[in-house]
């Protein structure tokens, strides 16, 4: 039977979690999201770095637009293959 609305709804969910023992598969879930992590942030660290200097006169002289089209292009082939990665 559905809850009324606004009714608050209880779960024990959360405190059998709680009482899960750690093991390594948790240790390794962690160190590999957080790699993923890192890396995530250092590939938009050298994007943003590069696309200021693609823009300058004296290396290939893009225009805003132009630059903007290569992160987008970017962006979208890591998420490809993220999720390629996940399947």
Do not use: Q
Not at 64 to 84: D, F, K, N, P, W
């Amino acid at each position: 039977m559905p809850s009324p609305a606004g009714a608050a709804v209880r779960s024990t969910i959360p405190a059998r979690i709680d009482r899960l023992r750690w093991s390594p598969f948790h240790t390794r879930l962690v160190l590999g999201l957080g790699t993923a992590w890192i890396l995530d942030g250092l590939n938009i660290t050298v994007a943003s770095s590069v696309a200021a200097v693609l823009s300058k006169p004296d290396t290939l002289d893009l225009s805003s637009a132009e630059v903007g089209l290569i992160a987008s292009v970017s962006a979208g082939s890591t998420r490809r293959s993220t999720r390629r990665s996940t399947r």
